[in-house]
């Protein structure tokens, strides 16, 4: 392996051979990087197959030609590994998250919005039905009791009509089509709001995730400039070459007084700035992940009222309305000269009327279509719980990230990290000369 990177990291090859194993090495880089990007376009950012293949050959071929030909871009390539480790692959996660939440869990929630609307639809449609009959069954009833009134006892004791005169709507299609445009009305208002939706948040992460990589590649860059041109730029670390070089001197007791401003590339121990920055990084990733468990728990809330809806909706029993007429006439007989003689006054019962009528109100039927309501999908979640698993180990590796930066660069350009290690060797001088 220790030939194999030696190789990589050279200037030029020294012969065939080295030439030979170069460029095998950039091909199968190239061959995992090209089928990871395609994987990341298909599937993340949600491209065509044939544009996603055609994209990841044309950038598997220019990247297998600049890592063989341009040295510092196999540098600056080794890098972007390690970066990915910093707050410009925790935003390319981010963006991954903000994906599989507007792909999955959004349609999802409005799935279940749309099953809760099919109910209440079912209701009206079914509640308005009983109500129709029931007017039905009043015209019945009038009828009835009218019907009665008119058979008295004698034609001189008859009343005027007693039919009650209801104008009733036979011809129910109008409100079932009102119904119907009302309800097709508000799907479609769903349908281009969801579309709507994850067309934006389509746009905006392929953007943001172009941007990232763009500004990976940039990071990376950046800090290989800096590492070519500033001396003290990321130099503070006690490397092999540092200690051999004060053991060569003599003057291995200035590593050990500047033990607290140094530190080894290799260890554990990170500085107070270092703590700071990680704790403020491991804030920010809470916050995302407190408004990702907001999406998750309105899906689960969502799906949950959905199922409860369709449960209960199932369930209702039809309502027994009861009507019950008692109609009684009579005629008093002289009722004025019974008074007068204080004789008790009779009466002449002419009709007796006592019914009752029954109507069911339904307010549910098992012939209304209702979806099932959509249960959160348990992979999306676990998806989504390793992806913030990542981001919080990604805030704790930054620090070892950029130790890995500086290894690698210090690799492929090992004369000037002997000159960085002799300006390092020279302060540490001159700051003990001083104290």
């Known amino acids: 392996m220790a030939d194999l990177w030696w190789i990589y990291s050279k200037p030029v090859p020294a012969d065939g051979r080295e030439l030979w194993t170069l460029f095998l090495q950039c091909s199968c880089i190239t061959?995992?990087?090209?089928?990871?990007?395609y994987n990341w376009m298909f599937a993340s950012l949600e491209y065509s197959w044939h544009l996603s293949v055609a994209v990841a050959i044309s950038f598997s071929l220019l990247l297998l030609l600049t890592?063989?030909?341009?040295?510092?871009?196999?540098?600056?390539?080794?890098?972007?590994?390690?970066?990915?480790?910093?707050?410009?692959?925790?935003?390319?996660?981010?963006?991954?998250?903000?994906?599989?939440?507007?792909?999955?869990?959004?349609?999802?929630?409005?799935?279940?919005?749309?099953?809760?609307?099919?109910?209440?639809?079912c209701i009206c449609k079914n509640s308005s039905d009983s109500l129709l009959n029931s007017t039905a069954l009043l015209e019945k009833v009038s009828w009835e009791f009218g019907d009665a009134i008119q058979e008295t006892i004698h034609s001189i004791y008859k009343p005027m009509n007693g039919h009650f005169r209801f104008s009733l709507l036979q011809n129910s299609s109008l409100i079932y089509q009102k119904m119907h445009l009302a309800g097709e009305k508000i799907s479609r208002e769903f349908l281009s709001v969801e579309v709507l939706v994850k067309d934006s948040v389509r746009v905006a992460n392929r953007l943001a995730a172009g941007f990232f990589m763009l500004y990976l590649c940039f990071e990376a860059t950046w800090y290989l400039k800096n590492y070519l041109t500033n001396l003290r730029f990321d130099n503070f670390y006690i490397?092999?070459?540092?200690?051999?070089?004060?053991?060569?001197?003599?003057?291995?007791?200035?590593?050990?007084?500047?033990?607290?401003?140094?530190?080894?590339?290799?260890?554990?121990?990170?500085?107070?700035?270092?703590?700071?920055?990680?704790?403020?990084?491991?804030?920010?990733?809470?916050?995302?992940?407190?408004?990702?468990?907001?999406?998750?728990?309105?899906d689960h809330f969502a799906?949950?009222?959905?199922?409860?809806?369709?449960?209960?909706?199932?369930?209702?029993?039809?309502?027994?309305?009861?009507?019950?007429?008692?109609?009684?006439?009579?005629?008093?007989?002289?009722?004025?000269?019974?008074?007068?003689?204080?004789?008790?006054?009779?009466?002449?019962?002419?009709?007796?009327?006592?019914?009752?009528?029954?109507?069911?109100?339904?307010?549910?039927?098992?012939?209304?279509?209702?979806?099932?309501?959509?249960?959160?999908?348990?992979?999306?979640?676990?998806?989504?719980?390793?992806?913030?698993?990542?981001?919080?180990?990604?805030?704790?590796?930054?620090?070892?990230?950029?130790?890995?930066?500086?290894?690698?660069?210090a690799s492929f350009f090992r004369s000037w990290e002997e000159e960085r290690v002799l300006y390092l060797y020279r302060k540490l001088s001159r700051r003990h000369r001083r104290e």
């Not at 061959?31 to 990007?37: K, R, Y």
Request: with cysteine.
């Open 67 to 121: 890592l063989f030909v341009v040295h510092p871009a196999r540098c600056v390539f080794s890098m972007i590994m390690p970066t990915l480790g910093t707050k410009q692959g925790r935003k390319l996660l981010f963006s991954t998250c903000i994906m599989i939440a507007v792909v999955n869990i959004t349609p999802n929630i409005i799935s279940n919005i749309k099953t809760i609307l099919q109910v209440i639809k």
């Open 31 to 37: 061959a995992v990087i090209g089928g990871l990007f």
């Open 239 to 298: 490397t092999k070459k540092l200690e051999r070089l004060a053991v060569d001197r003599r003057a291995a007791h200035l590593l050990v007084g500047s033990s607290k401003k140094l530190i080894r590339p290799t260890g554990l121990k990170l500085s107070w700035e270092e703590v700071v920055l990680c704790l403020v990084q491991a804030m920010l990733v809470t916050v995302a992940l407190m408004l990702m468990l907001v999406v998750v728990a309105m």
């Open 303 to 409: 799906f949950s009222v959905a199922d409860t809806a369709v449960r209960k909706a199932a369930q209702f029993s039809a309502v027994l309305v009861t009507l019950s007429i008692q109609y009684k006439a009579e005629i008093g007989i002289m009722p004025f000269l019974l008074k007068v003689f204080w004789r008790p006054s009779e009466a002449l019962l002419l009709r007796d009327f006592n019914r009752t009528y029954q109507h069911h109100l339904i307010f549910s039927s098992a012939r209304c279509r209702v979806s099932p309501p959509t249960p959160p999908s348990p992979s999306v979640l676990l998806v989504v719980g390793l992806l913030f698993c990542i981001l919080y180990g990604t805030v704790f590796l930054e620090t070892y990230a950029r130790r890995l930066c500086r290894k690698i660069a």
